[in-house]
């Protein structure tokens, strides 16, 4: 019985040891897969922007024609960071800070500036997160530490836009990851030059959003793997997918926050937006798109959503 017992307990160790082994080497190839900086590249971006919302070609086209875009860059938190200006079409102390999603850059943006640009005369700051674009970095940070980066872009958009004018009046909109980076800045203190946010199809937290993938594209529990994962992202990016809630930020933002989503979102499931929307205080609006699937309500939707964003701003930037 003894022999038998010791047998099981070297079993039962050695099976202990096989699936440590086994999730702490899958949670390392799941933070180098899921936050691996691999993204397009300008040409392509512009290429996709097109692809997607061929509309905005004739405004680009005036754009470049113009000379309208200025390149800039700042080390912001210590990396060398890119952010593309627009300036409105008449002068104007008003500017949308428009934040892109993962693996994209200040490119597809476009499509969201050109309401602000166009109906409603803002300036543009078009920011590319660090990890990519022509921004520096080897990882994506999911929004999290993103959210300090955009904070140090807004004194940039200050000094740029203010004119003559005591201060600028500005919104913060981005659209998935950029959304969870607007989302994770409302918790922040914000300078009083931000007016109001608008987030688009974001996710309740990074833990959420990658147990949602995992589940729904490989068929995997969260545990322990996603708890791993977290740990390594720790060790190597000085934070983790557990730390990283939006859902804890907007609770305590007071800002104005516009809330849209596709009622048909399967990547970031159109029930997170429920969730973010009872968190946020007053004042706070909803607004979803029929049909639509991720970050599609734009195109589903062009009329609908412009105006819902031009009514949104204007109650709160004068």
């Known amino acids: 019985m003894k022999r038998r017992g010791k047998r099981l307990l070297w079993i039962g160790l050695s099976l202990l040891g096989i699936l440590l082994v086994v999730t702490v080497s899958g949670a390392f190839y799941m933070v180098s897969y899921a936050l691996k900086a691999d993204h397009l590249?300008?040409?392509?971006?512009?290429?996709?922007?097109?692809e997607h919302h061929p509309d905005t070609r004739p405004w680009v086209d005036s754009l470049k024609a113009a000379g309208a875009f200025r390149d800039t860059?700042?080390?912001i938190n210590g990396h060398r960071l890119h952010a593309t200006l627009v300036n409105a079409p008449r002068p104007t102390n008003k500017v949308a800070v428009l934040i892109h999603g993962y693996k994209n850059s200040w490119v597809m943006m476009l499509a969201y500036g050109r309401i602000y640009h166009e109906q409603l005369g803002y300036n543009l700051l078009l920011p590319d997160l660090y990890g990519h674009g022509r921004s520096e970095g080897d990882h994506i940070n999911m929004g999290?530490?993103?959210r300090l980066d955009v904070m140090g872009w807004l004194p940039?958009?200050?000094t740029a836009f203010k004119g003559d004018s005591t201060a600028t009046q500005m919104v913060l909109h981005g659209v998935s990851m950029g959304a969870a980076t607007v989302m994770a800045m409302s918790g922040e203190e914000l300078p009083p030059d931000v007016k109001c946010i608008v987030e688009d199809c974001g996710y309740t937290g990074?833990?959420?959003q990658f147990k949602h993938n995992l589940r729904d594209e490989f068929g995997l529990p969260s545990f322990p793997l996603l708890n791993a994962a977290s740990l390594v992202c720790r060790m190597k990016y000085d934070w983790s997918f557990s730390e990283a809630s939006m859902v804890e930020q907007v609770r305590k933002c007071r800002l104005p926050m516009l809330f849209i989503h596709g009622d048909n979102d399967d990547f970031v499931p159109t029930a997170m937006v429920n969730d973010l929307f009872a968190a946020k205080p007053q004042p706070k609006e909803l607004y979803m798109g029929k049909g639509s699937a991720h970050a599609m309500t734009l195109s589903d939707h062009?009329?609908?959503y412009a105006s819902t964003v031009v009514n949104f701003c204007n109650r709160y930037i004068h």
């Open 41 to 50: 590249n300008e040409k392509e971006a512009f290429q996709s922007l097109f």
């Open 73 to 75: 860059f700042a080390v």
């Open 144 to 146: 999290w530490l993103d």
């Open 156 to 158: 940039v958009a200050e």
């Open 206 to 208: 990074v833990f959420d």
């Open 302 to 304: 062009r009329a609908e």
